[in-house]
């Protein structure tokens, strides 16, 4: 399967992320790149919830929303822009609860730029 259409079926609104830079598919997947720098720079794991200070966890959640939103990886922008309402609001249990749905999701797009990128 070719690497847009594999991200389509994925949930990612590739047309719209292209028409971010201008129509340049090459410049978009290079930009997918570098969320995946950006995933591996800003790790969240399931742990980050539990504890009392969760300070440095939204602010990761909050680029990585962002990471998502520029490139239109709506199904990881809409995910993280909840988990972000929910630590704002103190809400960490349910936070971790939809970042643990998140996690594969986040998963399965990562891989598959990075097999993409590989080829």
Same mark, same amino acid.
């Given at each position: 399967?070719?690497?847009?259409?594999?991200? @389509?079926?994925?949930?990612?609104?590739?047309?719209?992320? *292209?028409?971010?830079?201008?129509? &340049?598919?090459?410049?978009?997947?290079?930009?997918?790149?570098? #969320?995946?720098?950006?995933? %591996?720079?800003? /790790?969240?794991?399931?742990? &980050?919830?539990?504890?009392? *200070? !969760?300070?440095?966890?939204?602010?990761?959640? !909050?680029?990585? @929303?962002?990471?998502?939103?520029?490139? %239109? $990886?709506? /199904?990881? #922008?809409? =995910?993280?822009?909840? $988990?972000?309402?929910?630590? =704002? +609001?103190? =809400?960490?249990?349910? +936070? @971790?609860? +939809?970042?643990?749905?998140?996690? /594969?999701?986040?998963?399965?797009? *990562?891989?598959? $730029?990075? =097999?993409?990128?590989?080829?």
């Amino acid at each position: 399967m070719e690497f847009m259409e594999e991200l @389509k079926r994925l949930g990612v609104n590739v047309q719209e992320g *292209v028409d971010r830079v201008v129509g &340049d598919e090459a410049l978009y997947q290079m930009m997918l790149g570098m #969320f995946v720098d950006i995933v %591996s720079s800003n /790790p969240v794991q399931t742990e &980050d919830f539990d504890g009392e *200070v !969760h300070e440095e966890l939204t602010e990761r959640v !909050h680029t990585l @929303k962002g990471a998502a939103g520029n490139l %239109s $990886i709506l /199904p990881l #922008f809409t =995910r993280y822009t909840e $988990i972000l309402a929910m630590l =704002r +609001a103190g =809400r960490i249990v349910e +936070a @971790k609860s +939809a970042f643990v749905e998140t996690e /594969p999701i986040q998963r399965n797009i *990562v891989d598959c $730029i990075r =097999r993409y990128q590989n080829a």
